[in-house]
């Protein structure tokens, strides 16, 4: 098992379902008891001892840059999409010359996890198979989750591969905002605006889709009112540990 060195942590959205609080930051900066969203990605990428995260960077991309400057660690690498905003596989097409040519992390800046017994990015990286897998992606249950208002992603067969969940399916999988995946997949892609799902369908299509369940508990910050909820379950949580 190596844990991938390297992490892209997807920090350009617009935020607007979080106004008016992100017209005046962006969603990553908005903090959820007491640190950050993308602070809560950084201590996930640290617990499980990853060097380095390409940031990429377009709606108040100068308050981005200024918080990043005062990270020291995971050492991190800025792509710049401010001329256009790219979505998650174009801002990858376009972070991997800073991103380099082993598998690597992708996290959601957005969402972020209390990890159980385990780091789950050491979970992800353990149950990684290159040789079988396009993309590793980690899931949560709906019972594992907090501010999540959908009706699920994906379902998972003993094998561990996913497809689209549809109505009627039993024990839904939400995508829980962490993934490992291998530069190859983007290779010879245009920078262009363009989704992550559309290559999660592919790789279903392929066969090379699969699901790590996570252990511990995931959180979402969709709406101002999301903020209180997801506070609420730390701190309940936080006493569980500690007592």
């Known amino acids: 098992m190596t844990i991938p060195g390297t992490a892209i942590v997807l920090a350009a959205g617009l935020g607007k379902r979080l106004r008016p609080i992100t017209d005046t930051i962006p969603k990553p900066l908005v903090k959820v008891a007491g640190k950050s969203l993308i602070d809560w990605s950084f201590g996930a990428l640290n617990a499980a001892g990853v060097a380095r995260a390409v940031v990429n960077v377009h709606y108040l991309a100068d308050q981005m840059e200024q918080h990043l400057a005062s990270r020291r660690s995971p050492v991190i690498a800025i792509s710049d999409e401010r001329a256009e905003l790219l ?58 989750a907090t501010g999540y208002e959908g009706r699920g992603d994906f379902t998972l067969d003993a094998e561990g591969r996913l497809q689209r969940f549809r109505e009627g399916d039993a024990s839904p999988y939400i995508y829980a905002g962490a993934a490992i995946t291998h530069p190859r997949l983007f290779d010879g892609k245009p920078v262009a605006r363009a989704s992550l799902n559309r290559y999660f369908d592919e790789a279903i299509g392929a066969g090379r889709l699969f699901g790590m369940p996570m252990q511990g508990h ?6 101002p009112e999301a903020i209180g909820e997801a506070e609420a379950v730390i701190a309940r949580l936080e006493q569980e540990t500690h007592g």
């Open 218 to 223: 995931w959180l979402t910050v969709g709406t």
């Open 87 to 144: 979505d998650s596989a174009g801002g990858i097409v376009k972070a991997l010359p800073l991103i380099g040519r082993d598998a690597f992390y992708v996290l959601n800046a957005d969402t972020f996890w209390i990890d159980g017994p385990r780091p789950n990015l050491v979970r992800l990286a353990e149950a990684w198979d290159a040789s079988k897998m396009d993309i590793l992606v980690m899931v949560a249950r709906m019972d594992q």
